[in-house]
């Protein structure tokens, strides 16, 4: 069983649309978890981290259920600048961050 | 500023060859980390150095050789690889210790291992 699992998508939404996607994850022991966005060929930029009162910035909301273990990313008004894949990231012990498989949204004129 | 610099950004290798990629940040980061990155999969953790020192070492091949020289520069030495190792090599730093800090990620070196 995958530590961290998330639905590849694609998710494909017209600009202005609301995209909302979940991962989830098997440890639960883990501390601290992160959204990361990776365009093509790019290296992994952190979005946001996750906390357990679930926060927003800007059109982007994530909330976290201990309970069920998944994450959750909201992104409101989509903009074609948010297509990218979305990298559930979950950190375990020693250092290790567990890396979801990442889902890929396309937001679309 | 979470800046994390890798060179080269490219770097074609026959297999053969010994190169070498480094990795630099001036943010007071106390550990950094090697990822190999396949296309369509996420990071695989290679390395990870603590205060300078190796602290994992994920089963990788002796073909890859890391080193800390100080506490802003990481290295990864490549010798007598395999075509199956081109992909992203990514470096990234965090300034705790635990793992359970933020990661920042350099923008990688893509290796070609013909």
């Known amino acids: 069983r995958k530590e961290v699992e998330q639905d590849p998508g694609p998710f494909n939404v017209p600009e202005g649309a609301t995209v909302a996607f979940n991962c989830t994850y098997s440890n639960s022991a883990s501390q601290s978890f992160f959204w990361y966005r990776q365009d093509c060929r790019k290296e992994p930029k952190l979005l946001m981290s996750?906390?357990?009162s679930g926060n927003e910035d800007g059109r982007f909301t994530a909330q976290l259920n201990r309970a069920s273990q998944y994450i959750s990313l909201l992104i409101r008004d989509s903009k074609l600048s948010d297509s990218a894949t979305y990298l559930c990231?979950?950190?375990?012990?020693?250092?290790?961050?567990?890396f979801g498989a990442g889902t890929t949204v396309t937001v679309r004129a | 500023d979470t800046e994390v610099t890798q060179t080269p950004k490219h770097l074609v290798m026959g297999m053969t060859n010994k190169k070498s990629l480094k990795c630099e940040q001036h943010m007071g980061h106390r550990a950094m980390y090697w990822y190999k990155q396949k296309a369509k999969k996420p990071p695989e953790l290679m390395f990870v150095y603590s205060y300078e020192k190796l602290s994992i070492n994920e089963s990788v091949p002796s073909r890859f050789s890391p080193e800390c020289p100080n506490s802003s520069l990481l290295n990864l030495h490549l010798h007598a690889l395999q075509p199956e190792d081109s992909a992203l090599y990514l470096c990234?730093?965090?300034?705790?210790?635990?793992?359970?800090?933020?990661?920042?990620f350099g923008p990688g070196t893509r290796l070609l291992v013909l």
């Open positions: 996750v906390y357990s």
């Open positions: 990231v979950v950190s375990e012990a020693d250092y290790k961050l567990s």
């Open positions: 990234a730093s965090s300034y705790g210790t635990s793992g359970a800090e933020t990661q920042y």
